[in-house]
Each structure stands twice: as C-alpha cells, then as structure tokens.
C-alpha cells in the first residue's frame, strides 16, 4: 500500500511597512513581511499544523531574508503581522477526523456489545453467533432451539482467518446436523472475554 505523504506551506497574511529598510540594499519601503503556516498532510488531507513562519522579500533587489536574519527594527512589524496570522482551522482536518472516527467506534463498539447482551437474554431461534475458535481463526454457530439458560445451535463446520470473512461462511450447506447446547451465562462469559464477538439476528 502506497502512502502520500508530505507538507505543504500556505500564505496567510503579508504587510510591506513604509518605515523599514532592506537589509541587504537598503532602500525603504520596498520590504515585504510574509507570513506562512505549513502543515503536514496524508492522501492531501491536511492532518495538523506545523506552526507559522515569518520571512521578509525586498521588491527592489529580491533579497529574501528568514526570521533569524531581521534586523531588531523589523520586530514590532513582526508582531503585528502575527497577530493578525492564525493557523487556519482547516490544517487540524485530520486531527478532527481521527478523534470523530475513535468517537464514533467507541459509541458503535458500546451499541453492540449492549445490543448482543439484550439477544443473548432475550434468544431468537436463526440467531447467528459470529466468535472466535482460536488465534485469529473466526466461526458462526446458529441458534435452533431456545431453552430457558440455554440455546440449542448447530456449527459451523468451516472457519476463517479474517472475520470479515464470516458472512461468506453463513450458508445452510456449512452447518453440520449435530445439535450442541451452550448455557447463556457461557455466551456472557465468552462476550466478556471477547471470544464471542457479534450477534447477527435476522431481523437487523
């Protein structure tokens, strides 16, 4: 997988005093000072600011100078362009998606585990249980019958390596005819140590 990945520096203000000089061929009036944010960006979303740079061009001899080289008269010229430069809201873009994104998999992650808890009180006969059977090995197993602390349910006989492979797995030919029982504290236990990790009912 390729990623693009680099920094980009956008302009965001610029002031030319009358008052000041050029450092290198002296002539007044002709200094622009520049200001600039750049920012880090992946796939060109900008993901969060680097901070802002201030650099001073002269129009008459195009001299170019970077903070460290102005001249201490530059300096209140210098404040007043920071103050009116701020880091553009839009160069924390990736910064607002990522914490949107752990926000939304948090209040996603908590509505399923409440909602498997509800099924795995309240049963219904084609309930489909997705868990895992090892280290990164993934099955299903279907619910046949309903008892009051138990559920009767037919396996699996095929397994992935990938859970997102498992509804490819839930076909009728894939289920052996052997009918197994499972206590509903045992799916609350296997719920709370992640084993069993999604309930699939037909109704959803």
């Not at 802002?52 to 001899?61: E, L, V």
């Not at 996603?108 to 309240?122: F, G, K, L, P």
């Not at 990164?136 to 349910?153: G, L, P």
């Amino acid at each position: 997988m390729i990623f693009i990945f680099g920094t980009k520096t956008v302009l965001l203000n610029e002031i030319t005093p009358k008052s000041i000089k050029c450092n290198f061929c002296e002539s007044q009036g002709t200094v622009t000072l520049i200001s600039r944010s750049s920012h880090t960006h992946l796939y060109y979303i900008p993901m969060f600011p680097l901070g802002i740079k201030i650099s001073a061009y002269c129009h008459d001899c195009t001299y170019e100078a970077n903070q460290n080289e102005f001249p201490q008269n530059y300096y209140s010229h210098i404040d007043l362009l920071k103050n009116d430069s701020k880091t553009p809201f839009w160069q924390f873009t990736g910064i607002a998606i990522i914490i949107i994104a752990i926000i939304l998999g948090i209040g996603r992650s908590r509505y399923v585990e409440n909602r498997d808890a509800a099924y795995i009180a309240t049963p219904a006969i084609g309930d489909v249980y997705h868990y895992k059977t090892g280290y990164s090995q993934y099955s299903t197993m279907k619910v046949v019958s309903i008892n009051y602390d138990s559920i009767f349910y037919i396996h699996n006989d095929m397994e992935a390596d990938r859970y997102n492979m498992l509804s490819e797995l839930n076909v009728e030919e894939n289920y052996g005819d052997d009918i197994y029982y499972i206590l509903n504290s045992e799916l609350d236990s296997m719920q709370n140590a992640n084993t069993l990790i999604d309930i699939i009912r037909a109704e959803d």
